[in-house]
């Protein structure tokens, strides 16, 4: 199974960074988790620059999400919106397309 761990924060030494890495040096065998640290290079959402294909980084993005098994966030809890969950709704399918089912979804 393959995991892609994505941090929240764009510190390297923040503990949802932190907490990343120890789920990847404690996962259990036959379980990769993937660190990912491009969050970074993703531009936040705009629905206005919402078109297939997206900038490179975001298609990369996509990609890596689309062969993952797992997809894990490690975000702090907050009502206000984060860095994570603005640039991540860059891997979704663009507001004025035919609905499809997002990236990270998983049908049995």
Do not use: C, K
Not at 4 to 16: E, V
Not at 65 to 85: G, I, N, Q
Request: overall charge positive; charged content about 30%.
């Amino acid at each position: 199974m393959r995991v892609l761990a994505i941090s929240g924060s764009l510190r390297r030494d923040s503990n949802n960074s932190a907490l990343l890495r120890a789920l990847r040096e404690e996962a259990p065998a036959g379980v990769e988790v993937e660190v990912w640290d491009g969050l970074r290079e993703i531009p936040p959402y705009d629905g206005d620059d919402d078109v297939v294909p997206g900038p490179a980084q975001v298609e990369a993005f996509r990609s890596l999400v689309r062969e993952a098994d797992a997809v894990f966030f490690a975000t702090r809890s907050t009502t206000r919106p984060s860095r994570a969950r603005s640039r991540t709704r860059s891997i979704g399918p663009p507001a004025h397309s035919p609905r499809t089912p997002s990236a990270t979804s998983r049908s049995p």
